[in-house]
């Protein structure tokens, strides 16, 4: 009978659940259709006092009408850096039903140039979400005044 309890309590495991609440009509949901508009979206979400403090990295969720549904924070860092679980990335933008994504960071130097870990990672992202049927719309790299985006660079 002990070893029956023994064996039992090894087949207990966590519940997992998946949600994703959205109280905003999707016709209220701001349309993103280019960089500029991801960077005005982009722009009213962050907290500008922190743009040249440390490094951040976001993500725009959106749906089948680039209708933007929320936005990720899925790294925050130092100075020089952050590093970001893509596998977290990946799972938020599931969770979300997003069809596709539009990541984004700064650079607290204010130089918008995407160093060779910046090229690497969004590769790596955009990999990882087309595997997942999740089109990777852009990446940008943003500053106070100004933006960097992939796509409009022929990086993407």
């Known amino acids: 009978m002990e070893s029956r309890k023994k064996r039992n309590l090894l087949y207990k495991v966590a519940e997992v659940q998946l949600s994703y609440s959205n109280r905003i009509p999707s016709s209220k949901l ?9 960077y005005s979206v982009i722009m009213d979400s962050w907290q500008c006092e922190n743009l040249e403090l440390f490094e951040r990295f976001r993500v725009l969720l959106m749906n089948t009408g680039n209708r933007v549904m929320g936005v990720y924070e899925a790294s925050s860092g130092g100075i020089s850096g952050t590093i970001v ?4 990335l990946m799972v938020t933008a ?8 539009i990541v984004f ?3 607290p130097s204010g130089n918008l140039k995407p160093s060779a870990e910046d090229r690497k990672l969004t590769q790596r992202i955009h990999e990882a979400a087309s595997y997942l049927d999740i089109r990777l719309h852009d990446h940008l790299i943003v500053g106070r005044e100004r933006y960097l985006s992939f796509r409009d660079e022929g990086l993407l």
């Open 30 to 38: 701001p349309v993103v259709t280019s960089s500029s508009e991801a």
């Open 85 to 88: 679980d893509i596998r977290l």
């Open 94 to 101: 599931l969770k979300a039903t997003a069809t596709g994504i």
């Open 105 to 107: 960071h700064n650079h």
